[in-house]
């Protein structure tokens, strides 16, 4: 089967977090791969937006977005924001308090990757990404990789970064409700990102949903990187048991084998398009995509 190559994705990270590229980078790399839509949803922060709109006048549309970190039952769970206001006060006092949240547990992982032998972990990190970056784990699992202590992220993962291992650092997200509420207060969109990845039941999977929506949830990704047909036909029937809007995203951090921009990603005809509600309009999404 070709490979699907969607005009639109609207999950993609840069260096104001853990991508690789710059939000101009990232945005050449869009059009260069013929993409339309681009939404920038970097971890809990809008650092980079300013600059990939620029980047993107008269190339492409790019919609304003974040992905924030929340917690739901001892999972870590991210929901995105899209056509968010990023001048909104109450997501930027809200972004704010995540801000000084991550720096301390950044702090904190960066000290026990000292105690593991990285040099001024922390530091490094900072200085590799964007001024005032949310730094995350995937900063630290790409410093890893570069120090030679770990094939790939994923691995850097296993060996040091996830629960469990040496440098794991325990952390208390807000509640999914909070950050539902900072995104709609901004006049956003609330989407679950990548439903597939939590390592949960299917049972688990509904009940995170049912909380989702009624915390004011619209919509979830429906197309994600690597999914499997299996998985997808899953994900369309939730969302249409849930009535949800559906989005696709590849959460494309830096070049690698596994998710690049735009690849892979579908949407079943049958779902409503998170581009079809009303905060849509201005950014020119065809109709019949
Ligand atoms: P944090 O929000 O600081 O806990 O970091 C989460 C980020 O780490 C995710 O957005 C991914 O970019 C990255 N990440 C999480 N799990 C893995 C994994 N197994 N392999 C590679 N990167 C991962
Ligand atoms: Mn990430
Ligand atoms: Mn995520
Ligand atoms: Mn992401």
Known sequence: MPA?????????????????LSPSELVQRACDRGLTHLALTDHDTVLGITEAQDAA???????????????????QIHIVGLFIDIKSQSLLKYLEGQKVFRKERAREIGAKLERQGFANAYEECRKRAAEGASITRGNYARYIVEMGKAQDTNEAFNYYLKKGKSCYVKTQWPDISVACDAIKASGGVAVLAHPRRYEMTNTKLRELMEYFKSCGGEAMEVGCSQMSPNDLNYMTSLCKKYDFMASLGSDFHHEGPFRELGLGLVIPEELKKVWECPQAEKFNFPSEA
Not at 57 to 67: K, V
Request: no cysteine; hydrophobic share 35%; net charge negative.
């Open 57 to 75: 006048r008269g190339r492409l549309e790019l919609i304003p977005g974040a992905e924030l970190s929340t917690m739901w039952n001892n999972y």
């Open 4 to 20: 699907v190559l969607s005009k639109i994705d609207l999950h993609s990270h840069s260096n104001a977090s853990d991508g690789a």
